[in-house]
Each structure stands twice: as structure tokens, then as C-alpha cells.
Nanobody, 116 residues
Framework: QVHLAESGGGLVQPGGSLRLSCAAS????????MSWYRQAPGKGRVVIAK????????SYDDSVKDRFTISRDNTNNMVYLQMNSLKPEDTAVYFC?????????WGQGTQVTVSS
């Protein structure tokens, strides 16, 4: 059974940094690309970063490009999102995502609040 568990969210001041982690289990992690989504209050869920199965290719939404970095550890079945220069508009619930065998899987989400 696929399971994704995010951690690392919290309250941070504008300009600060956070590192989100996602622990994956129940599937052959190293064979699948992974993504981070976020959902701001009153808005839909949007993809912000994606990493290929071996980690060689990454892509980012323009809103986070040059500030966020997605990475993965295929030995430990982990995916990370390093978030720098955080802005109030980055406030959202952040979700780890994997599409495994044509089925979408989400974690429970972790809240990130950027506020002074």
C-alpha cells in the first residue's frame, strides 16, 4: 500500500527557510517521479516542483523557481523540498505526490505559514 508522509512545515518569517521531507513506502520508489504540490487558502492544489525517478531532471513552477529546490534520496525513499527566501504568498498546505501504476497518491500535507 502506497504511503506518503510529509513533515517539516511550520511558521517562518518572510525571507526565512524551511525544508520539507516526504517519506515514501509501499512502492518501488526509485522507479517513479515525485512531485510537491501546494494548496493556498481558498485556492486549488497546484504542482510546484517535480523530480524524475533518478533525480536527474527537475522542474518548477515560476512562482518558486530559483527559491525552492526539490531533491530525492532513493536509498532511503525520501523526497525533499528546500524552500528559501520564503514569502507570505508561499503560505499553504504542502503535499507530496506520486502517480503509481496510473493511480494518484497524496500525503496528508504539512502546513507552511510565512508571516512576521
Amino acid at each position: 500500500q502506497v504511503h506518503l508522509a510529509e513533515s517539516g512545515g511550520g511558521l517562518v518569517q518572510p525571507g526565512g527557510s524551511l525544508r520539507l521531507s516526504c517519506a515514501a513506502s509501499g512502492f518501488a520508489f526509485g522507479y517513479y517521479s515525485m512531485s510537491w504540490y501546494r494548496q493556498a487558502p481558498g485556492k486549488g492544489r497546484v504542482v510546484i516542483a517535480k523530480i524524475s525517478h533518478m533525480g536527474y531532471n527537475t522542474s518548477y513552477d515560476d512562482s518558486v523557481k530559483d527559491r525552492f529546490t526539490i531533491s530525492r534520496d532513493n536509498t532511503n525513499n525520501m523526497v525533499y523540498l528546500q524552500m528559501n527566501s520564503l514569502k507570505p504568498e508561499d503560505t499553504a498546505v504542502y503535499f507530496c505526490f506520486a502517480r503509481v501504476d496510473f493511480t494518484d497518491h497524496w500525503g496528508q500535507g504539512t502546513q507552511v505559514t510565512v508571516s512576521s
